[in-house]
């Protein structure tokens, strides 16, 4: 798809990315209902159309694509997306859409572990976030031990 893209679907992908990120908002929010009217506003406005298409000269490598032929690259990945995380939604609710704790982040992620309970959109926000948190405590606990020291 990176071979194909033009110019003219950066606007178009520019303005889906708010539309899609509203969606992991309202989910991250516990806002169910306005989660699946984002979702079926996208899926409304790109459309799937199934098709199995092939690329390869030298035999079959058939797979499908989600818009009629000569769709431009963003109207099929839109509508892929779209089409996917209305099936995630319908699956698994849209508390299992997510926005990545570190707010020095703000990825989204949908959250596929056993008990809902992911917070970070990777191991390394994740890491990273620990960290931190790790050398606040001791820097308050030395903080702490130096007020002790000087008597105050
Ligand atoms: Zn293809
Ligand atoms: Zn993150």
Redesign the pocket.
């Known amino acids: 798809m990176a071979d194909e893209v033009v110019e003219k679907d950066l606007p178009v992908f520019r303005r889906a990315q708010r539309k899609l990120r509203d969606v992991f908002e309202a989910g991250a929010a516990g806002r169910d209902a306005d989660a699946v009217a984002e979702l079926n506003g996208l899926l409304e406005a790109y459309p799937i159309q199934p098709r199995i298409?092939?690329?390869k000269d030298d035999g079959p490598d058939w797979?499908m694509?989600v818009t009629s032929r000569g769709s431009s690259v963003s109207a099929e990945y839109l509508a892929g997306a779209a089409w996917g995380l209305a099936v995630w939604l319908c699956e698994f609710g849209s508390a299992r859409f997510g926005v990545c704790a570190d707010e020095r982040c703000g990825n989204v992620y949908l959250d596929t572990s056993s008990n809902n309970c992911r917070r970070f959109c990777s191991e390394r926000c994740a890491t990273r976030s620990h960290v931190a948190a790790h050398r606040a405590r001791k820097k308050a606990a030395v903080d702490e031990s130096a007020l002790a020291v000087a008597g105050v």
Request: hydrophobic residues 0%.
């Open positions: 298409s092939g690329h797979h694509h």
